[in-house]
């Protein structure tokens, strides 16, 4: 397969990924443990040709020892592994949590990266352990080791990715790539990759800096969406929506789309086309959508443009799942809110989008450093890289903000409210 593939499988798997529990995380780091376990002569066997085929190059005496993966280095990334199961997973973890107002809560929660590119030096290794901190971390991640451990890398890979499906993990996080061109590549994929991580001489991490568009760790329009799920109140969607779009539109944190669930369309449609006429805004809708209200139909650019007018692109979607494939497709990682009175489908929308700023309940409108009681801000970031020295566990996470409201929006806090910005002693329930 090509680069491109590749990547965007593994793009695919670390979405879900993301939502992986605990306990199929660490079933699948025992897995891969008994398959190293089990097939240890193979990957010894495989390692010997590489030796062989390095000796006969020449490779001096520091990589050959480097490059060596015996029983010893078996047992070694095994206990590696073993340890790494006994560790706190570290997504899914509560931040901070701070009441804004009565009834909106707002919740900092540890989560994945998405997908890493990392590329390392011989060292078969580094391999098993870049990949299984990547699985603990919920990361996808593309690996690229040096050319001199083809045949180890290769077993290895494929240990790791059997014993990770057999476990219900989900397929194609884990993609190894073999050639140079493949990193050039690489460097392109920007639409895929969030980050990438070069083990190597200053020279060849300048190199990749120079030399790519994704965020490297090495030695910003806002499309926002509101979704109105099938278990939305309707006056309640409409407050939200509304003000998502109109409080203030020439700013990254307003709505740009609306995606309606196609059982309550009928039904909300005509009340959101009363609460936006009362702002002028022009509304392109999918075809469904202009059956129902009979706005200017929607091109596909509509989905992908970023407004700052009193512009609102409309869809009626089959489902949640639809709503979310749409924002991870055209949505800018920036703040996506849902509308529902079903707590089990805003967990799994706020889980599975992949955005710095999962709203329920809420406007859009609050995704801003002064409402969140950070003090202020330089902007929003929708970039994924942070970590410094070190990448364990930690270095391989990021974070988003949950906010749970009941039907609130900013509007009200122009003049009649005050935040109260209270810490609060509690986990976000997820």
Not at 253 to 273: C, Q, R
Not at 374 to 394: F, W
């Amino acid at each position: 397969m090509d680069i491109r593939t590749l990547s965007q499988a593994a793009k695919q798997a670390s979405i879900k990924l993301a939502a992986v529990t605990t306990e199929q995380k660490n079933s699948a780091l025992a897995a891969i443990a008994a398959a190293l376990r089990e097939r240890a002569q193979e990957i010894i066997a495989a390692n010997v040709k590489d030796l062989e085929v390095a000796g006969e190059n020449d490779l001096a005496a520091p990589l050959l020892k480097r490059l060596k993966f015996d029983q010893g280095k078996i047992d070694g990334v095994i206990a590696g592994i073993e340890s790494l199961i006994q560790l706190p997973d570290p997504v899914g973890h509560t931040m901070t949590a701070t009441e804004l107002d009565q009834g909106l809560e707002l919740f900092k929660v540890s989560c994945p990266i998405g997908v890493i590119g990392v590329i390392f030096e011989s060292r078969p290794d580094a391999l098993v352990q870049i990949s299984t901190l990547c699985l603990k971390s919920g990361n996808g991640v593309l690996l690229k080791g040096g050319s001199e451990a083809q045949n180890t890398n290769r077993i290895l890979a494929d240990v790791i990715t059997a014993a990770t499906e057999s476990a219900d993990i989900p397929a194609g996080w884990l993609q190894l790539l073999e050639t140079r061109a493949e990193v050039g590549e690489m460097l392109k994929m920007d639409e895929f990759i969030d980050l990438i991580i070069p083990r190597g001489s200053n020279e060849f991490v300048k190199y990749i800096m120079d030399n790519s568009n994704i965020p490297v760790l090495g030695h910003a329009d806002g499309i926002c969406h509101v979704y109105i799920d099938a278990e939305a109140d309707i006056d309640m969607a409409v407050r939200v929506a509304v003000d998502s779009k109109t409080q203030y539109v020439a700013v990254c944190n307003a709505a740009e789309t609306l995606l309606v669930h196609e059982s309550i369309a009928a039904a909300f449609l005509p009340a959101l086309k009363s609460g936006l006429e009362q702002h002028s805004v022009d509304v392109r809708g999918c075809s469904k959508t202009v059956d129902i209200i009979g706005c200017r139909p929607a091109e596909e650019q509509d989905w992908k443009t970023e407004y700052l007018d009193y512009i609102l692109s409309v869809k009626v979607v089959d489902d949640i799942d639809a709503a979310i494939d749409h924002i991870n497709r055209y949505g800018s990682g920036h703040t996506d809110v849902i509308v529902t009175g079903n707590r089990d489908h805003a967990v799994h929308f706020m889980n599975l989008v992949d955005s710095g700023n999962v709203f329920w309940n809420c406007s859009t409108r609050f995704s801003d450093g002064f409402r969140y009681g950070l003090g202020a801000e330089v902007g929003i970031s929708t970039n994924k890289i942070h970590a410094r020295g070190p990448v364990g566990l930690e270095g391989l996470l990021i974070y988003k903000w949950k906010l749970i409201g009941q039907g609130h929006i900013v509007a009200d806090y122009s003049c009649e409210k005050t935040f109260t910005h209270t810490a609060l002693d509690k986990k976000c329930g997820h």
